[in-house]
Every structure is written in structure tokens, then in C-alpha cells.
């Protein structure tokens, strides 16, 4: 509620607040990695993939939901100053930044401890406070990482709130949602509703259902929307070559194309039941386009209006 308070308010505002948070967790995550560094035993490296390379796909599609927040960049364009610019290198540097992190955390998290100590329990819940506590690490760092992991929660909420709250933006200005959708706040000038539609429509749900079956559910859509993106560059680099682009995509169609390899085995590594659950909400998409948005889509009526 705060943070759809927060954004609400104004975009500069949320910028401000997530940089302060961001630099915070980054902080937490260098303190870890160096104190971590200090109590890696290199055995506990053995063995290096005890569960093969399925065991890698289906971590690898569990763990993605940690980079589902990057796409968030592109739906800030319109706030950008120079968005041809600036939103690649957004998306392509903070993706290596956050990778190298990522993996530097892993590399010492089990060198500290086995991996089969995070199974389960109160290492299972909080993995790097745990292995601090277990090892005799000074209650400081610990405190400084259960501060970071708070704050790199919180700033998470605020960029899934802001890019879900602009995607509805889009689409109702559209016409693939109702107009209410794209109201703009008279005085802040931000979609007010898109956000306190989003703060509802998924916080409500967030706390009523369980945190992995929600996260495989998010993974699964997300992986199969970048799998549309990929099918989407392949599309429009044929139909439409001479158009101006600011980016290009290099090597059209085999990054598509290996995306979309990647992205479709990360999917089959997911559960049965998120497969049910995603051609529920699938079915559930498809009929509310088939029903209203269609009918009232812009650029359906213009594609109409070129092909008569």
C-alpha cells in the first residue's frame, strides 16, 4: 500500500526511494561476499552439480524468477529522456551486474556450507543469515544482511508495481482494457488506477497462496511472454527490415532463436500443476481478448483500415 502510495505520487519520487534501497542491498551483498569469502571451505564445491544437468534446469527455473524485474525496464520508455539510448544499456548492464552477483553469492554460499544443509529448516528460509550465524560471523554483518535482503524485497515490489501498473497504461490506451486503465492522475500525472489496481490484484493473492507455487506461476508467464518477444523479433525483422531501429538485436534469427530453446526447456523443467495453472489463466487471457479486447483494439481497427 505505501509503495502504490509512493508511485502514485510520482516517478521521480519512486526513483529516488529505490535508488537509496538499491544501494543498500548492493552494499549488504559485497559485505556478504567478502566476510562469506573468508569461510569458504572449497570442499564443500564437491560434488560441483550433484543432480546433473536436469537438476540445473529445474533450478534454473525456479531461480529465474529473480530475473523476471529486468523486462521492467522497457516499460518505462515513455519516462525516459533519451529511451533509444538508454533503455538497452539499462536492460543489457544491470542484467551482467545482477548476474555476476548472483553468481558470486551462490559460489560463496556453498562454499561456506554443503548444499544439502539448505534443504530444509531455518537454512531453507534464510540460506546466508543461517550459514553466518552457523560459522561465527559478527552479529553486525549478519544484521547488515537481513537489512539488504529487506530492502531488496521492498525496491522488487516497488519496479513489479511500477511495470505492471505502465503495461496496463499501454494496453488500455490501446483499447485491450477498459479506459479506466489508462486514467492519469490530474495532479501527478501518473496511471493512479492501473496502480492501485495492481496493488490489490496482487497483494491480495500474494498473501493468501504459497510463496513457490506464486513464484512458479510468475515464472512460467514470464517465460513464455519472452518467448512471444522472440517469435516477435524474428516477425517484424522480415516483415518489416528497413524500419528504423535504434537497437538491433544481432544475429536475427538465431538469438530468437536460442532464446526461445532456452526459455521453452526452463518451462518443461516447471511442475505439472504450473503448467495446469498457466493454461487456466491462458484460456482465461485469451477469452477476455476474444470478448472485449479485439473489438476495441487500435491497432486492430488500423490494420483493418490498411488491409481494406
Not at 560441483?48 to 529465474?64: D, E, L, N, Q, R
Not at 529473480?66 to 538497452?88: H, K, M, W
Not at 539499462?90 to 553469492?105: D, E, N, Q
Request: hydrophobic letters at 55%; proline letters at 5%; one cysteine or more.
Amino acid at each position: 500500500f505505501i509503495l502504490s502510495l509512493l508511485l502514485v505520487r510520482g516517478v521521480r519520487e519512486s526513483a529516488e526511494a529505490n535508488n537509496v534501497m538499491v544501494a543498500i542491498k548492493i552494499g549488504a551483498i559485497l559485505t556478504f561476499l567478502v566476510v562469506g569469502g573468508m569461510l569458504v571451505n572449497p570442499a564443500n564445491w564437491k560434488p560441483f552439480a550433484p543432480s546433473g544437468f536436469g537438476g540445473i534446469v529445474t533450478g534454473g527455473a525456479i531461480v529465474f524468477f529473480t530475473y523476471i524485474g529486468f523486462d521492467s525496464v522497457s516499460t518505462a520508455a515513455e519516462e525516459c529522456r533519451n529511451p533509444q539510448r538508454d533503455l538497452p544499456f539499462g536492460i543489457i548492464a544491470s542484467l551482467i551486474v545482477c548476474t555476476v552477483l548472483y553468481i558470486g553469492v551462490a559460489v560463496v554460499l556453498l562454499g561456506m556450507m554443503k548444499y544439502v544443509t539448505f534443504a530444509s529448516g531455518a537454512a531453507a528460509e534464510a540460506p546466508v543469515a543461517y550459514a553466518l550465524q552457523q560459522l561465527g560471523a559478527h552479529r553486525f554483518f549478519r544484521s547488515i544482511i537481513v537489512i539488504g535482503a529487506l530492502m531488496g524485497m521492498i525496491s522488487s515490489l516497488l519496479v513489479f508495481q511500477y511495470g505492471q501498473a505502465r503495461i496496463w497504461y499501454a494496453m488500455s490506451r490501446d483499447g485491450l482494457l477498459p479506459k479506466l486503465f489508462s486514467a492519469v492522475h490530474p495532479k501527478f500525472q501518473t496511471p493512479h488506477w492501473s496502480t492501485w489496481i495492481a496493488c490489490f490484484a496482487v497483494g491480495i493473492p500474494a498473501g493468501l497462496v504459497d510463496i513457490g507455487d506464486a513464484a512458479d506461476l510468475s515464472n512460467i508467464g514470464t517465460l513464455f511472454a519472452f518467448v512471444l518477444v522472440s517469435l516477435g523479433v524474428i516477425f517484424l525483422r522480415r516483415k518489416q527490415p528497413e524500419r528504423p531501429r535504434a537497437f538491433r538485436v544481432p544475429l536475427v534469427p538465431w538469438f530468437p532463436l536460442i532464446s526461445i530453446i532456452l526459455c521453452g526447456g526452463l518451462m518443461m523443467g516447471l511442475t505439472v500443476i504450473t503448467w495446469i495453472r498457466f493454461v487456466v489463466w491462458l484460456v482465461i487471457g485469451l477469452l477476455i481478448y476474444a470478448t472485449y479486447s479485439h473489438r476495441h483494439s487500435e491497432f486492430a481497427r488500423s490494420a483493418a483500415d490498411e488491409g481494406s
